[in-house]
């Protein structure tokens, strides 16, 4: 997993009190894949706007996931 997806993780509250370092393998490969999945559908709005701003792409983002 590259940094940016454990500082995020740490960001969340996955790593505190050790709680990643109590998840088994299985749920590590879990939430990598989650994030994996999470950008790519983040990519596909990308990619299907290429003409859009980056505010018009970021709403876009914002709105799929119901992020305010």
Excluded at 24 to 51: F, G, N, Q, S, W
Aim: net charge negative.
């Amino acid at each position: 997993m590259n940094n940016r997806l454990e500082e995020l993780m740490y960001e969340s509250g996955l790593t505190a009190s050790g709680c990643w370092d109590s998840m088994d393998d299985y749920d590590h490969k879990a939430i990598e894949k989650l994030c994996e999945l999470i950008v790519r559908e983040m990519l596909v709005t990308c990619e299907e706007h290429p003409a859009w701003t980056g505010r018009m792409i970021g709403n876009q983002i914002k709105e799929h996931f119901g992020v305010e």
